[in-house]
């Protein structure tokens, strides 16, 4: 199989490193080769972060470079405007509508652009635009935005509900386990 | 069983299979993970030293006493061990010593980005680089191996991409292996009769390494079909290469990074048209083909700076390079900043106010450089706050006095600044050391430290009286601050710099990212009491924004810390 590319981009402190531990997991079940790539240290005080997921055959380089994503991931609006260079030419964007302003925004020396979601699509982008945070707060806790955007990406994905609830299993603690499963569900039949 | 580690976990697991028993280690990007990991092994000693110079010393220590030994840190920190460095090639070990040090290409979270190669060459030692988390397990099992059968201690070199990637290893069983000590003035007291006696020993065995790197699949040769190219590569641009090209063109992959093999360079250069040598930061493999007489095409192309990538290695071969499309033009920067209640922000609020230069130091106060609080002057390395003050002070002539300090943390006091503390109770300057004592270390994700009271396996330990400790150097004015409180803060610093004498204030408040910090929860905001006058917004709180003229609150962010409670002078916030 040729290899496959998903990046998960947010900002850090969103809990993107759960969502790539997840996807992860699961993919391992399936035999393939994976390489995941992380951001630690001062990138991930509040600033923007990257994590790369690849699979299949076997796998070389462990970042995506641009053009190459099959899948972005955003965790957060601007940042999904940020990355679009990655994107191959029908790769798509699963993105959490939320904002987050920047720190060049909050004292005034940047503005957070308008209307990106029609910016991207009428850049030819496939681009699943949705209210993530909603869906955690309705399952039970913001921090489960990450989770909620894991079962939307679900869709895109061959493997059944049951495997990815083992590797959320697996993924987070027991007794948020329950909450998780259900930002998950939200986040799939959205 | 197949499972997917990061490249330091992998570290971790080849410590324990190779019958490691002793580690002790400084916390540092990219390398932090290992020493975490391998603690989780209840046959491993691990802890955390104060610097990398003690951690070092004291894997030699474990090693003289026939235990296996491990030390860890970051590219930097390896400046810090340099001294027992140089002098461990000479020794050799009894114990298999293996030092792991890991580069930051890119700069995620580094000063520089110095090439930690060349060490293996000045001092003399082997050096192993990885280039994927299963590598990473079987090299640091090979290093035990090859450092008691060669006498000498071997380096794993990782990289920000190795360390911090996920790949699939498989697990192994775990060797013991313990020496007895035996005394041998000869080999390990290094006094000049017996230094000259071991030089020519280090030098015999590198060539006895070389040999080694001649043979060893470590350093292995990949046949291509197309021979009108050939690479000489290793660690993560070995998989740019492999990306970018696959399997069509030849490539020597160099596992063994010092001493490099002659005749298999030779032999491989010889069979390729056109030699190229892939490397990220300096030209080391390829000034070392140069000195062979073999001129690969290196530098010259790919860039001394920063980080590769596959369109890297695609855009400098003339391949053709995947393009993305832009969709917004404009997109403003996201850089890291202090956490929503960082303590350190209160005390940054107080300096940049009253216009005070300060000479800063490494950690997450660095971000206090950040806009716009833009409070510090200087940053240099592990402990320059300190000492680099003293020298300031003394140099401006009294035009410094009353107007500059330096800020370090709890953590790098510890590291690096108590040696600057005693520089300037000693040699007597009017400086103000302001140590921001946020009981952790923060900036590479919270490890303890002597100042926190616990170990690195989360016991009770003993824990420094900073407030002693800096009386006892010498230094009879120590104040301490909640840096919460900004009327407080700013009394504190502007008494101590108007003392007229050298002085510490201790800026007391945990880290908010703590998880036993309560916190009081988020600030409310009365809309109808905000005047836009923005006075909130000059600490650069990442919960805090103006939206239609008014401030708002991110409840998902905010701790309750107060800080911009005691800016709003209309009781909005």
Not at chain 2, 86 to 97: A, K, M, R, W
Not at chain 2, 175 to 188: F, L, N, Q, R
Request: proline share 5%; with cysteine.
């Amino acid at each position: 199989m040729e290899t496959k590319n998903v990046m998960i981009v947010g900002v850090g402190g969103q809990g993107s490193l759960l969502a790539s531990k997840l996807l992860g997991r699961l993919l391992l079940t399936r035999g393939y080769d994976i390489k995941v790539s992380e951001v630690h240290g001062m990138s991930q005080r509040g600033g923007s972060v990257v994590t790369y997921v690849r699979f299949g055959d076997k796998v070389y380089s462990p970042i995506i470079d641009k053009g190459e994503a099959d899948f972005i991931v955003s965790f957060e609006l601007l940042e999904a405007a940020r990355w679009t260079e990655y994107l191959k030419k029908d790769g798509r964007i699963v993105a959490n509508t939320q904002k987050i302003n920047p720190m060049p925004v909050i004292i005034g020396a940047a503005e957070y652009p308008e209307g990106i979601e029609e910016h991207i699509r009428a850049a030819g982008i496939a681009l699943d635009a949705f209210d993530a945070l909603s869906l955690a707060e309705e399952a039970g806790s913001a921090k489960a935005v990450n989770i909620a955007l894991m079962g939307r990406l679900s869709k895109y994905f061959d493997f059944s509900e049951e495997e990815w609830m083992q590797a959320i299993a697996d993924s987070v603690p027991a007794k948020f386990l329950e909450l998780n499963k259900k930002a998950f569900l939200l986040g799939r039949n959205a | 069983m197949k499972k997917l580690m990061l490249g330091n976990e992998a570290v971790a697991r080849g410590l324990f299979e190779g019958g490691c028993t002793f580690v002790s280690s400084y916390p540092g990007t990219p390398s932090t993970e290992i020493t975490e990991a391998v603690a989780r092994y209840k046959e491993v000693y691990a802890e955390w030293a104060p610097n990398e110079k003690v951690a070092m010393e004291s894997a030699f220590g474990a090693s003289l006493a026939g235990k296996r030994a491990f030390c860890g840190m970051k590219h930097v920190g390896l400046n810090v061990a340099a001294d027992p460095l140089f002098t461990l090639s000479y020794t050799g070990v009894n114990g298999g010593l293996v030092i792991g040090v890991a580069d930051d290409a890119g700069m995620h979270s580094s000063q520089n980005e110095q090439d930690s190669r060349h060490y293996a060459r000045a001092a003399k030692i082997p050096m192993l680089e990885p280039a994927d988390s299963a590598e990473a397990l079987a090299f640091t099992k090979l290093a035990f191996t090859l450092s008691e059968e060669y006498d000498t201690p071997v380096f794993i070199k990782m990289c920000t991409r190795v360390s911090h990637s996920q790949s699939v290893v498989e697990e192994g069983e775990r060797v013991e292996s313990v020496k007895p000590y035996k005394k041998d003035p000869a080999k390990y007291i290094m006094m000049p009769g017996n230094a000259k006696k071991r030089h020519p020993v280090v030098e015999e065995r590198t060539r006895r390494l070389v040999a080694f790197a001649e043979e060893s699949e470590i350093n292995r040769v990949e046949n291509g079909a197309d021979r009108s190219m050939g690479f000489i590569t290793s660690s993560t641009s070995y998989q740019y290469v492999k990306e970018a090209v696959g399997d069509r063109y030849p490539v020597l992959k160099l596992g063994m990074i010092w001493p490099m093999p002659e005749q298999k360079l030779r032999d491989f250069a010889a069979k390729v048209e056109k030699l190229y040598v892939v490397e990220e930061l300096d030209g080391f493999i390829e000034s070392h083909l140069n000195s062979l007489g073999l001129s690969p095409i290196g530098k010259d192309v790919f860039s001394i700076l920063g980080e590769f990538s596959q369109n890297t290695v695609r855009e400098n071969l003339g391949l053709p390079v995947p393009q993305g499309t832009v969709a917004e033009e404009n997109v403003p920067q996201r850089p890291p900043v202090m956490c929503a209640g960082c303590p350190h922000r209160g005390l940054f609020y107080v300096l940049a106010k009253n216009k005070i230069t300060v000479l800063g130091d490494i950690g997450c106060y660095t971000l206090g450089a950040v806009p716009p609080l833009s409070a510090l002057d200087s940053t240099l390395c592990m402990g320059a706050s300190v000492s680099g003050l003293h020298g300031f002070v003394k140099a401006m002539e009294g035009a410094a006095d009353g107007n500059t300090v330096g800020v370090i943390g709890d953590s790098t006091f510890m590291h690096s600044g108590i040696t600057g503390l005693v520089n300037i109770a000693y040699n007597n300057s009017n400086a103000t050391v302001i140590i921001l004592d946020n009981s952790i270390t923060g900036m590479t994700g919270h490890q303890q430290n002597p100042t926190t009271g616990l170990n690195l396996k989360g016991d009770p330990a003993s824990k420094i009286d900073l407030e002693a400790l800096c009386r006892a150097v010498g230094i009879e004015r120590v104040t301490v601050v909640d840096p919460y409180d900004l009327a407080a803060t700013e009394k504190a610093v502007k008494e101590e710099l108007a003392s007229g004498k050298p002085g510490v204030i201790i800026s007391r408040r945990a880290c908010a990212l703590l998880k036993y910090v309560k916190h009081p929860g988020p600030i409310k905001v009365d809309a109808d009491k905000c005047r836009s006058c923005r006075a909130c917004m000059k600490i650069g709180c990442p919960a805090i924004s103006m939206q239609n003229g008014k401030a708002v609150i991110d409840n998902t962010l905010c701790t309750g810390c107060g800080v911009c409670t005691q800016l709003c002078k209309f009781g909005a916030l």
